[in-house]
T-cell receptor
Framework: DTEVTQTPKHLVMGMTNKKSLKCEQH?????MYWYKQKAKKPPELMFV???????INESVPSRFSPECPNSSLLNLHLHALQPEDSALYLC????????????FGPGTRLTVL | GENVEQHPSTLSVQEGDSAVIKCTYS??????FPWYKQELGKGPQLIID?????GEKKDQRIAVTLNKTAKHFSLHITETQPEDSAVYFC??????????FGTGTRLTVIP
């Protein structure tokens, strides 16, 4: 099973709302990632978790707050977002940060009104 | 940081023909080069990858070649089929284990 699941598939929120994105994998991977992808652009790295600890934050605004409650689950908490934050948010995982294949989930399509 | 350039941005081929997508990278320390296929509304799917100690790798109709000296790598798809139509991204991974993606190629296979 090489599946990374993400919920919800679509999310529409206002600028004052608080919402969360969820990512799950059961492959025993210890490295998990959040990427942001704007239309017709490549994915951009936001956060990296290694063994449930945040190891990389690519200067992401504090209105995005990641959380890794356990080795299978990764959340992205959203608060006071801007319309320009509308994008596809992708989760990925790999066995460890130093191993090869990153497996991507299907993404959450976020629209901020 | 790493900079990955990808060409062409769009590519149309007739079914059965070959397609070639090329990427260059800037960081000589990059050592892992995956290719991802992304269909509309889906996440990127790994189709093939290569490490810097290998010059070529093939998996059925898909092959990747790497020239470390010139810092470029290419994706070759033979006998293209309509279901190969998608956006393809190359990527390079540095020693910091971060993936840097190319700008993508929209491949259209015309039946």
């Amino acid at each position: 099973d090489t599946e990374v699941t993400q919920t919800p598939k679509h999310l529409v929120m206002g600028m004052t709302n608080k919402k969360s994105l969820k990512c799950e994998q059961h492959m025993g991977h210890r490295a998990m990632y959040w990427y942001k992808q704007k239309a017709k652009k490549p994915p951009e790295l936001m956060f990296v978790y290694s063994y449930e600890k945040l190891s990389i934050n690519e200067s992401v605004p504090s209105r995005f707050s990641p959380e890794c409650p356990n080795s299978s689950l990764l959340n992205l908490h959203l608060h006071a977002l801007q319309p320009e934050d509308s994008a596809l948010y992708l989760c990925a995982s790999r066995f460890e940060v130093s191993t090869d294949t990153q497996y991507f989930g299907p993404g959450t399509r976020l629209t901020v009104l | 940081g790493e900079n990955v350039e990808q060409h062409p941005s769009t590519l149309s081929v007739q079914e059965g023909d070959s397609a070639v997508i090329k990427c260059t990278y800037s960081d000589s320390a990059s050592n892992y080069f995956p290719w991802y296929k992304q269909e509309l509304g889906k996440g990127p799917q790994l189709i093939i990858d290569i490490r810097s100690n290998v010059g070529e790798k093939k998996d059925q109709r898909i092959a990747v070649t790497l020239n470390k000296t010139a810092k470029h790598f290419s994706l070759h798809i033979t006998e293209t089929q309509p279901e190969d139509s998608a956006v393809y991204f190359c990527a390079a991974e540095t020693g910091a284990n971060n993936l840097f993606f190319g700008t993508g190629t929209r491949l259209t296979v015309i039946p």
